[in-house]
């Protein structure tokens, strides 16, 4: 007797065509619905990503801190997907305001403190910039569509290496990360138009400062770890390593900057 149809696609029977349609029909039902379910979580993240610079960064906050103004910046935190940096189960608070950990005891910086390092350094689109603490490489994404190469330096390998995946699967194409202790900076690469460093220091290290260009910027958070540090802002100007303008910005927290002369 025969079947009016089975839903399996062995050869040989005459119902084989009208089912290997119909898996086919079922399987671009399946694909198209999740590809709308993909879309409205994208429309999602961009209306969740609009609402973080408008109410946590291109605004006064309530601790003084000022507003960020730089529309490239503006832009660059619109358009980056920072769901994309965090794990599945803190996807839900990736445009939260506050920091969130990625593992190994660090975490990836609060929105408003990535923006506001960010216009500090005055990106432009010609700059070769250096970042200290890649970590998720959340920063380094930021920073990519601002400038012409970022190189970021993360000494925990792990960390490191699934954030240099990471970004090679979003299809950032100017950005170097490489395992290692940033505390002696990127020598082969050096001389920066500017350098970020994203863990807190107990001091500037002189190989940093070494390695910016005059006339350049770095953005450093300096002070004891677990204790409140400042955010500093250091211009080195055309006469060098002695030709240093130091500014206490705002009080930050960062997780410690590793590594160092006392570790080699
Ligand atoms: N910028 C990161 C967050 C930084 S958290 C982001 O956007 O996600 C600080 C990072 O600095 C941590 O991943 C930590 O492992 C790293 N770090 C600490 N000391 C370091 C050192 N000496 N050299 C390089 N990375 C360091």
Redesign the pocket.
């Known amino acids: 007797m025969r079947r009016p149809f089975a839903l399996t696609c062995s050869g040989g029977r005459p119902a084989s065509k009208t089912c290997r349609h119909l898996l086919i029909s079922l399987f671009f039902f399946v694909t198209a619905g999740e590809l709308v379910f993909a879309q409205d979580d994208e429309e999602k993240f961009r209306r969740l990503r609009e609402e973080m610079v408008r109410t946590q960064i291109a605004t006064l906050r309530w601790t003084g801190f000022e507003a960020v103004r730089d529309p490239r910046v503006l832009d660059s935190l619109r358009k980056t997907p920072r769901h994309r940096?965090v794990a599945p189960e803190l996807v839900p608070y990736a445009y939260d305001d506050r920091?969130l950990p990625?593992g190994?005891?660090?975490?990836?910086?609060q929105p408003y403190i990535?923006a506001r390092m960010t216009e500090l350094l005055e990106p432009k689109s010609e700059h070769r910039v250096l970042?200290?603490?890649?970590?998720?490489?959340?920063?380094?994404?930021?920073l990519s569509p601002l400038v012409a190469q970022v190189y970021?330096?993360?000494?925990?390998e792990p960390?490191?290496t699934a954030?240099r995946q990471r970004l090679a699967a979003l299809g950032y194409k100017n950005i170097e990360v490489r395992v290692?202790?940033?505390?002696?900076g990127w020598p082969e690469k050096a001389p920066f138009d500017s350098i970020?460093?994203?863990?807190a220091?107990d001091h500037i290290p002189p190989p940093l400062i070494e390695q910016l260009k005059p006339g350049g910027r770095m953005v450093i958070p300096v002070g004891n770890p677990f204790q409140p540090q400042m955010l500093v802002l250091v211009t080195k100007g055309s006469n060098g390593a002695r030709d240093l303008q130091v500014r206490s910005l705002m009080p930050v927290a960062?997780?410690?900057?590793?590594?160092?002369p006392k570790s080699h």
């Not at 970021?152 to 925990?156: D, F, M, V």
């Not at 290692?180 to 002696?184: L, P, Q, T, V």
């Not at 960062?254 to 160092?260: D, R, S, Y």
Request: aromatic letters at 12%.
């Open positions: 940096f920091p990625v190994y005891g660090q975490t990836i910086s990535v970042e200290i603490g890649t970590g998720s490489g959340y920063q380094a994404a930021i970021t330096i993360e000494i925990i960390l490191g954030a290692g202790d940033g505390y002696f970020i460093v994203t863990a220091a960062f997780v410690p900057l590793t590594g160092g």
